[in-house]
């Protein structure tokens, strides 16, 4: 297993951004699929974002498309999302997660957090 830590949450008015960031150890980074997920109060932990064990490859949220953007530093072992005008809506506990190739789901997860988007 990999262990994640996730970094950079906080308090930002609607339209204003933010950067998570999440640091991998234990396992070779490179082998990992990452996603992003959320979990809003009185919700389900939901999808945010995902990127490939290289990089090239992206998915994401349709309510995040076009805002948020999901990167990784296999150098820093480091998987990134920027969040770009942000709405309330997106307040939530955000976690990291690894994905080995060979896996169905994912396997490791960081603590989680938080961020809150003020109207």
């Known amino acids: 297993q990999v262990q994640l830590v996730e970094s950079g949450g906080g308090l930002v008015q609607a339209g204003g951004s933010l950067r998570l960031s999440c640091a991998a150890s234990?396992?070779?980074?490179?082998?990992?699929?990452m996603g992003w997920f959320r979990r809003a109060p009185g919700k389900e932990r939901e999808f945010v974002a995902s990127i490939m064990p290289s990089g090239g490859v992206t998915y994401y949220a349709d309510s995040v498309k076009g805002r948020f953007t999901v990167s990784k530093d296999n150098a820093k072992s480091t998987v990134y999302l920027q969040m770009n005008s942000l709405k309330p809506e997106d307040t939530a506990v955000y976690y990291c997660a690894a994905r080995q190739a060979t896996s169905h789901e994912y396997g490791s997860w960081g603590q989680g957090t938080q961020v809150t988007v003020s109207s």
């Open positions: 234990g396992r070779t980074f490179n082998n990992y699929r």
